[in-house]
C-alpha cells in the first residue's frame, strides 16, 4: 500500500493533492549525502 494511501487511512490525512494548489504531490527523496545533494542543487 502506497504511503499516501496509508496516512489518509490511518490519520485521516490526504497527501495525494496540494491543499493549495490542487496539484498532485510528488515524492522526493531525503538524502544527506552531500555529493548527491550538490548535484541536485
Do not use: S, Y
Not at 494511501?5 to 538524502?31: S, W, Y
Amino acid at each position: 500500500m502506497r504511503w499516501a494511501k496509508l496516512l489518509k487511512r490511518v490519520f485521516e490525512i490526504g497527501m495525494q493533492h496540494c491543499p493549495n494548489c490542487g496539484d498532485e504531490l510528488k515524492i522526493i527523496p531525503a538524502t544527506l549525502a552531500a555529493p548527491v545533494i550538490e548535484r541536485m542543487l
